[in-house]
């Protein structure tokens, strides 16, 4: 394997998380990206919501139960570089919808799952999460599995692991790819040509470009905006809410006693939609009045992709040393222990 070369294209999660995995097993890697801090990874929020994934079943539920086992096993291995990583559990999954309460009760009932429970009217939390919203419509369930790893320090430490293994990280914008004698040629717009024995895509919707020729695959834009909001702590206590929770596809991480992260938008555009605020507060019926007057102390945004006409995400062996993982939409950093799993048995099978 030390004799192997292997190019990355991309350094979002999914590509350093590759990188990783591949370095441990002994390869040459090389990551190859023209501006690695504006990919859609530095907008995620991190949550894992896999084990209170209602589809038991199919490659979706497989990708994800893989995921959450092996999880715990690189957030201690990659403690050593940074200390402070770590999967903050539980995670609550909220609605103000009783036809989907109903739902989230029936999957609760019919999945006997220790880690799984319904959170009943008289739940510290849904009477701490009530009386912050000022409502008494929010009910949900709780997952002990699933929980919430911090994006950006997830990305740190990823690099001071990269860079501890001197990983080669090229600035560069690849253009064209193409085999010549029993290599892979990756060309740059500097005219420059990066020889290496197998070629990994995870440079999100700019992968489909590089493979047109070779296989016809479809992806389509959709930006996810995040908001900061700062409050007046003396109308509600932020640390009084769970960690990390979602109410009706809205997440919501307070981060201190007067500051809320709340996201993600799902816009089908390459551009964010403007006056985000009134989007990302609309998760009940009437805003409390301290919502209301919040002020946005932060505002980012990511262009994540997402398959058209087949499911996320895309992990494929073209062939000939080629391979494909992108489309991973919202769970890029969830899927990333798997798909770096199965790129790296691909690769071992690939170079027997």
């Not at 990783?20 to 501006?35: K, M, Q, R």
């Not at 990708?63 to 999967?87: A, T, Y």
């Not at 990994?200 to 900061?228: M, R, Y």
Request: charged letters at 25%; aromatic letters at 8%.
């Amino acid at each position: 394997f030390q004799k192997a070369h292997i190019v990355i294209i991309g350094s979002g999660i999914i590509g350093k998380f590759n990188a990783l995995e591949l370095s441990e097993l002994g390869f040459c890697v090389t990551i190859i990206d023209p501006a690695e801090h504006k990919n859609s990874s530095n907008a995620a929020l991190g949550l894992l919501m896999g084990n209170m994934y209602q589809k038991r079943k199919g490659r979706s539920w497989e990708l994800r139960k893989q995921s959450l086992e092996l999880w715990p096993k690189w957030i201690n291995f990659l403690r050593r570089f940074n200390g402070e990583l770590n999967i903050e559990k539980p995670l609550i999954q909220l609605t103000t919808s009783e036809e989907k309460f109903k739902k989230l009760k029936q999957f609760i009932n019919e999945i006997y799952d220790q880690d799984l429970k319904i959170l009943e009217e008289d739940s510290i939390f849904i009477k701490n999460i009530n009386k912050a919203f000022q409502t008494r419509k929010i009910k949900g369930i709780i997952s002990f599995k699933d929980g919430r790893i911090n994006a950006s320090l997830l990305l740190e430490t990823l690099d001071k692991y990269l860079k501890h293994k001197k990983i080669n990280f090229l600035k560069e914008e690849i253009i064209k790819i193409r085999k010549s004698n029993n290599q892979w040629i990756s060309a740059t717009t500097n005219n420059a040509e990066i020889k290496s024995d197998m070629v990994i895509l995870c440079n999100s919707l700019k992968a489909v470009n590089l493979i047109d020729s070779i296989t016809h695959i479809k992806l389509k834009p959709v930006i996810g905006q995040a908001i900061e909001v700062k409050i007046n702590d003396a109308e509600v206590d932020l640390f009084s809410l769970p960690k990390q929770f979602n109410i009706d596809g809205i997440n919501i991480i307070p981060k201190s006693k007067n500051k809320l992260i709340i996201g993600s938008t799902d816009e089908y555009s390459t551009k964010p939609e403007k006056n985000i605020f009134e989007k990302l507060t609309n998760f009940v019926d009437k805003k409390p009045i301290w919502l209301e007057k919040a002020k946005i102390t932060k505002q980012w945004s990511g262009v994540r992709s997402k398959p058209d006409g087949e499911p996320s995400p895309i992990m494929k062996n073209l062939g000939d040393g080629l391979i494909i993982c992108t489309g991973f939409y919202k769970n890029g950093i969830l899927l990333a222990p798997t798909c770096s799993k199965w790129v790296a048995n691909e690769i071992k099978n690939y170079l027997s």
